[in-house]
């Protein structure tokens, strides 16, 4: 089995930053791509930005000059650093990894998610 862990939520001011991680563990041959996700009340989940095997990045508008995306490979980890946070940023975030297995099996897998908070 595979299990991605997201950490790093929390309540923050606006402006401020927080730093999310998520680990991958288990049944893991390699990693492809790697995504952060977010879903706010009441609303659909979004597409927040992904980052390839190759560390090639991509961002949300919304998000875009003020998220970043990084990854660790040795330790099957992605991160998002996010800065000059704003009370719209406030969701569930969630990781997604696309993820190869020994039994040479592709799928997607999710976290659970984390709560980011942002207050006016």
């Known amino acids: 089995q595979v299990q991605l862990v997201e950490s790093g939520g929390g309540l923050v001011q606006a402006g401020g930053s927080l730093r999310l991680s998520c680990a991958a563990s288990?049944?893991?041959?390699?990693?492809?791509?790697m995504g952060w996700y977010r879903q706010a009340p009441g609303k659909g989940r979004e597409w927040v930005a992904t980052?390839?095997?190759?560390?090639?990045?991509n961002y949300a508008d919304s998000v875009k000059g003020r998220f970043t995306i990084s990854r660790d490979n040795a330790k099957n980890t992605v991160y998002l650093q996010m800065n000059s946070l704003k009370p719209e940023d406030t969701a569930v975030y969630y990781c997604k990894g696309k993820i190869l297995t020994p039994e040479i099996i592709t799928g997607d897998y999710w976290g659970r998610g984390t709560q980011v908070t942002v207050s006016s």
């Open positions: 980052i390839s095997s190759g560390s090639n990045t």
């Open positions: 288990g049944s893991i041959f390699s990693i492809n791509t």
